[in-house]
C-alpha cells in the first residue's frame, strides 16, 4: 500500500473516532465522513466497505490498546506504581474509546461480528481483573472472605465501572468537557472496589500515585 | 378522560415500554407502534405530540416507580430483609425501564428537558444511597474510614453498577432471555460494593434474604 493510502486510512480512523466521540456512534454515517475528511465516496470505500467495518477496524484498535495497557505479561510484583499505573493506563484507552462504550449495545446488535469479538474481550478482561486481585492477595496487599467467587465479583465490578464510568461524565456534565479531574475521580472510583479489603499501608501508596496525574 | 381513552394512553404507553426493551429506544418510531397496537396516528397524535413525549411519561413512571422502591422515608430500622429488599426492588425497576438505562446517552442527547429530569433523579438517588450506607454505619452494621467521601464513592459505585447491570446482561446474553437468576446475581453484585465494609453477621443475613429471590 502506498504511504497516501496508509495515511487515508489511518485519517479515517482518527477522524471517525472523534466524531462518534463527540456525537455518538449512531450519529455519524460514512456521507458524514467523507464531507469532513473532504474525500470522495470511492476513496472510503477503497479502505472500507461500510460503516461497520470502520467500526470493526477501530474496535481492533482498542483491543490492542487494551491488552498493552493491561501489560502482556502479568507483572512480577505489584508495586504500588505499577498498580496505580494498570488503572490510569486503562481508563485512558476507555476515554480514547468513549463512543464504543457509550453506544454499545446499540452497536453490537447490528453486528454479530463485533458482538461476539466484543464478548471475548471482555471474558479476557474479567479473567485479567481476576488474576490482577489474586496477585494482590497473594503479595500481601488485600485480604478477602471466600475468595474465589469474590475475584471474580470483583472483577465484574471493576469491569462495569470502567466500561461506564466515561458515559457516566458525559451523561452527567451534559455537554461540558471532560477534565483529567473527572477522569482521576474515575480512577478513584474503580480502585474503590478494591477498598475495604485493602492493606491500609499499600492503598494510602497506590493513592498517592493515582492523585500525582492530576 | 373517558375510560377508552384512557386505556389507550396506559396501552400505547406499556407497549411502547415493551418494545423498546426488546429491541432498543432508537429502533422503535411512532409509525411501528401504531401498528403494533393496531391503531391510527390520530389516536396516538390524541395522546402524545411525539415520541419524545412518550419517552418522558415512561420516565415519569419509572422515577415514580423508583422513589417507591427506594422508599419515601429512611427506615427506622434497616433489618437484614429491608435491607435486601431495598436491592431487589430498585433492581426490578431497572429491569422494567431497561430501555432507558441501555439508551440512555442517546436518548438525553435528543432532549434537554429529559436529560434535566433524569439528573435531577440521579442526584436524588445518589443522596440516598449515601444516606442508606451512613445509616447503617450508624447502626453499626458496617466500617468506612474516611467516611463522608466514602459514603459518596459508594453511593456513585452502586449506582453505576445499579443502571449497568441490565446493559451488561443484554451484552453479554446476545440476545438470550435474561433470567432470575441473572438478576440475583446482579442484587449480589450491587451489594458487594459494600462487601469489604460491612459486619460479618450482618452481611450472612442480608445475603441469606438476597437468595431467597432465587
Not at 455519524?28 to 465522513?33: M, P, Q
Not at 446499540?106 to 453486528?111: F, G, K, V
Not at 481483573?129 to 496477585?135: K, N, P
Not at 472496589?193 to 493515582?210: Q, W
Request: contains cysteine.
Amino acid at each position: 500500500m502506498s504511504k497516501v493510502k496508509t495515511n487515508n486510512r489511518t485519517r479515517i480512523l482518527a477522524s471517525c473516532r472523534a466524531l462518534m466521540n463527540k456525537e455518538g456512534a449512531q450519529a455519524i454515517g460514512t456521507t458524514r465522513l467523507c464531507e469532513v475528511l473532504e474525500i470522495s465516496p470511492g476513496n472510503l470505500y477503497y479502505h472500507f466497505k461500510n460503516k461497520e467495518e470502520i467500526v470493526r477496524a477501530l474496535f481492533a484498535e482498542l483491543e490492542t490498546d487494551l491488552r498493552v495497557a493491561f501489560g502482556e505479561e502479568p507483572p512480577s510484583s505489584l508495586t504500588p506504581k505499577v498498580f496505580a499505573d494498570f488503572y490510569i493506563k486503562t481508563l485512558d484507552v476507555a476515554h480514547e474509546n468513549r463512543f464504543f462504550f457509550s453506544g454499545l449495545l446499540h452497536l453490537i446488535r447490528q453486528d454479530d461480528v463485533l458482538a461476539t469479538d466484543y464478548l471475548s474481550l471482555q471474558d479476557w478482561a474479567l479473567d485479567a481483573l481476576a488474576a490482577v486481585a489474586e496477585q494482590a492477595a497473594k503479595e500481601g496487599h488485600l485480604k478477602i472472605p471466600n475468595s474465589k467467587k469474590r475475584y471474580r465479583s470483583i472483577a465484574i465490578n471493576t469491569w462495569l465501572i470502567w466500561s461506564n464510568w466515561v458515559r457516566y461524565l458525559e451523561i452527567s456534565k451534559q455537554g461540558d468537557a471532560i477534565s483529567r479531574a473527572d477522569m482521576v475521580l474515575g480512577i478513584e472510583q474503580i480502585f474503590d472496589v478494591l477498598s475495604g479489603y485493602l492493606e491500609p499501608g499499600y492503598e494510602s501508596a497506590v493513592r498517592r500515585h493515582l492523585k500525582v496525574v492530576r
